[in-house]
């Protein structure tokens, strides 16, 4: 916004990393405060369009697992949507950032001295897989369940996560492979130049690895802060015109939303629906580029002369 590019002004050149980073930090505590809410709510509300009742009940259940908040669905019927987020996102914050969660984990303690006992009660309270060994040692078992307790806290975002860097690296990685394809087709003509295709194909491939690796870093952490997952487990973008240049549109990531948000060009269908083979013939038909066959190469050389 506004107020964030002035502060950048004013500072030093010396001071924007460091302070890029800080605010890059808070931005994404805060998505761990508020997305999990968010993305539950947004459940909720597309379930209460089917069966009002049963995604009310949903929601009490949720919010009692979650944050021992005793809602009755007639309470959450009546309430209003940007009421139940603020209460929702005030509890994520009180366990998140104050000690509701160090206290249940206490009282779990305190409660379940046997570590078979407190093994059940971590995996039925924070719905995490933990085993009596893990629990056996006194002096560790209270950060270990404070541990399980916050991914319980960030297990929706967690989700996303892992959900955005699987479709990146999937796309990208069909990507370089074509990338690499095309090298192979065309590194034999530096030979004429008295290189060695060979090495060249080692270094040209080494660099477009990096190159690979990069996209996917700037791909994967300039959607964590912008997509989100919806009930059939696809992401959506949330760009509203903004043009990015990693071209989203082509990817799983940036599919249109029900309410049409953030979608910028084509379909991940109509950007690989060819195989790198079919892309190939295709450019060897148009008579370019190095997709064209070392015999079509020879008949030219042969009209020519």
Same mark, same amino acid.
């Given at each position: ?152 806290? /960030? @297990?929706? +975002? *967690? ?11 999937? $796309? #990208?990685?069909? =990507? ?49 802060? /912008? @997509?989100? +997952? *919806? ?11 903004? $043009? #990015?240049?990693? =071209? ?58």
């Amino acid at each position: 916004d506004a107020e964030y590019m002035a502060d950048l002004r004013r500072k030093d050149p010396t001071e924007l990393v460091p302070y890029i980073l800080d605010k890059a930090r808070e931005s994404y505590h805060r998505r761990e405060i508020e997305y999990p809410v968010e993305f539950i709510l947004e459940m909720a509300f597309q379930a209460a369009q089917q069966d009002g009742s049963w995604a009310a009940n949903q929601l009490s259940n949720w919010a009692f697992n979650r944050f021992d908040i005793t809602w009755e669905p007639e309470t959450i019927a009546q309430m209003t949507a940007t009421d139940m987020r603020e209460k929702l996102v005030e509890a994520q914050r009180k366990w998140i950032e104050g000690d509701a969660l160090a206290k249940a984990v206490d009282a779990g303690i305190e409660k379940h001295r046997e570590p078979e006992k407190l093994a059940e009660w971590a995996k039925e309270r924070f719905g995490q897989e933990v085993t009596a060994k893990d629990l056996s040692d006194p002096t560790t078992r209270r950060e270990l369940l404070l541990t399980k307790g916050k991914a319980m806290l /960030r @297990a929706e +975002l *967690t989700q996303l996560e892992r959900f955005v860097l699987l479709q990146i690296l999937d $796309q #990208t990685w069909k =990507d370089h492979l074509y990338v690499m394809d095309q090298l192979k087709g065309s590194v034999g003509l530096r030979g004429f130049a008295e290189k060695d295709p060979r090495i060249e194909y080692k270094h040209e491939g080494a660099n477009m690895f990096k190159q690979m690796q990069k996209a996917v870093r700037d791909r994967v952490t300039d959607l964590i802060f /912008r @997509a989100r +997952l *919806t009930n059939n487990a696809q992401t959506r973008n949330v760009y509203t015109a903004q $043009q #990015t240049r990693h =071209d989203e549109a082509q990817s799983a990531i940036a599919q249109q939303g029900p309410e049409g948000e953030g979608s910028e060009g084509g379909s991940d269908e109509d950007a690989i629906a060819q195989s790198r083979h079919t892309r190939r013939a295709a450019a060897a038909r148009k008579g370019d580029g190095p997709a064209r066959s070392r015999s079509q190469q020879f008949k030219q050389r042969r009209k020519r002369r």
